[in-house]
């Protein structure tokens, strides 16, 4: 079963905005993950952010988990067209090793 | 580092036969394998997970008999689509994690099955 619920499902910005996605889940985690996957290819692993962090950084991206709310925000800052993407969130209730459950994804479309 | 290839990259085949997926990674070991279907403008679904040397564990639903998984060395996982049909058309992603380390996922490039 999913886990993690993104939102907006679509999303489409010029570039140069900025970009924020959200990932609401149901069950306790040990830490969440961001993947990005272009068309047609496999996922690239984004940042993890593990239970006990609220807040992360990785270049231009930066996300925030906040446990209360189950919940995480994943923001791309200065999008660039090769930032078009799907982004799913991913939880993992034991290590980051653990198997993962990923959300349903957002589609994200950066206009040049 | 911890790059992982998935072969094919598509596959075209007739309904009743069976189709192999290779998934090795390149530059490390993995104990553990992973093995996602992935339907169209979805999410992934982890249909099971491969351990080197032992059973692998699939997920509820997902039939063994029809999604054979073997996981004989530390680099390569297949799975195995038995008697593939139609239904069975989806794109299948594995991913690996170097052995006895707790980092993320990778992730192979996918394999885009059409059974016609």
């Known amino acids: 079963s999913q886990q993690g619920e993104e939102d907006p499902q679509a999303l489409s910005i010029q570039e140069g905005e900025n970009a924020t996605m959200n990932c609401s889940y149901k069950?306790?985690?040990?830490?969440l993950q961001w993947y990005r996957q272009n068309s047609g290819r496999g996922l690239v692993h984004l940042i993890l952010i593990r239970s006990n962090e609220r807040e992360k950084h990785s270049g231009r991206l930066r996300v925030t988990l906040d446990t209360s709310k189950k919940s995480s925000s994943l923001l791309i800052t200065a999008s660039r067209a090769a930032d078009t993407a799907s982004y799913f969130c991913?939880?993992?209730?034991?290590?980051?090793?653990?198997?993962?459950?990923f959300g349903k994804g957002i589609t994200l479309s950066v206009r040049p | 580092g911890a790059v992982v290839s998935q072969h094919p990259s598509r596959v075209i085949c007739k309904s009743g036969t069976s189709v192999k997926i290779e998934c090795r990674s390149l530059?490390?070991?993995?104990?553990?394998m992973f093995w996602y279907r992935q339907f169209p403008k979805q999410s992934l679904m982890l249909m099971a997970t491969?351990?080197?040397?032992?059973?692998?564990?699939?997920e509820q639903g997902v039939e063994k008999d029809k999604f054979l998984i073997n996981h004989a060395s530390l680099t390569l996982s297949t799975l195995t689509v038995t008697s593939a049909h139609p239904e069975d058309s989806s794109f299948y992603i594995c991913?690996?994690?170097?052995?006895?380390?707790?980092?993320?996922?990778?992730f192979g490039d996918g394999t885009r099955l059409s059974i016609l």
């Open positions: 991913a939880t993992a209730t034991t290590g980051a090793n653990s198997k993962l459950t």
């Open positions: 491969s351990n080197e040397g032992s059973k692998a564990t699939y």
């Open positions: 069950t306790s985690i040990n830490n």
């Open positions: 530059d490390f070991q993995a104990t553990t």
């Open positions: 991913s690996a994690i170097p052995g006895n380390s707790n980092q993320p996922q990778h």
